[in-house]
């Protein structure tokens, strides 16, 4: 049988790491609209392509290209992180669960 202050311990330990996946899923979000940035400005750019001649606005495509990639390298990055980060907060409160049997019935 587990002590009482065991369990406290135990059910704050589940809180906070509940608290941080909540901010790992923030971070899931942000991620995914960095993502969708760049896909709908490129969008964008094709849908008015016929109104500009590419290689004479080369000096402004290029960096903006540039940008593009830098924004899907960050969103890639940030959606990788914290679904690692996700991960690893389920199994560190599968732990707690399975040591704590009586907190581990309230536990999904």
Same mark, same amino acid.
């Given at each position: 049988?587990?002590?009482?202050?065991?369990?406290?311990?135990?059910?704050n &330990? !589940?809180?906070?790491?509940?608290?941080?996946?909540?901010?790992?899923?923030? !971070? %899931?979000? /942000? =991620?995914i &609209?960095? @993502?969708?940035?760049? %896909?709908?400005?490129m969008?964008?750019l094709?849908? /008015?392509?016929k109104y500009?001649?590419?290689? *004479? /606005?080369?000096?402004? !495509?290029?960096? @903006? =290209?540039?940008?593009?990639?830098? @924004?899907?390298?960050?969103? &890639?990055?940030?959606?990788?992180h914290? %679904? %690692?980060?996700?991960?690893? *907060?389920?199994?560190?409160?599968?732990?707690?669960?399975?040591? *704590?049997?009586?907190?581990?019935?309230?536990i999904?």
């Amino acid at each position: 049988m587990q002590q009482p202050d065991s369990n406290a311990i135990a059910i704050n &330990a !589940v809180q906070l790491l509940l608290a941080e996946k909540r901010t790992s899923l923030s !971070v %899931l979000r /942000t =991620g995914i &609209a960095i @993502l969708a940035l760049p %896909l709908s400005l490129m969008s964008f750019l094709i849908a /008015t392509s016929k109104y500009y001649d590419v290689f *004479h /606005t080369l000096h402004l !495509v290029i960096p @903006l =290209g540039a940008f593009c990639l830098a @924004l899907l390298v960050l969103g &890639a990055y940030l959606v990788t992180h914290s %679904l %690692l980060k996700m991960h690893k *907060h389920d199994r560190l409160i599968r732990q707690i669960k399975a040591e *704590h049997e009586m907190i581990g019935k309230y536990i999904d």
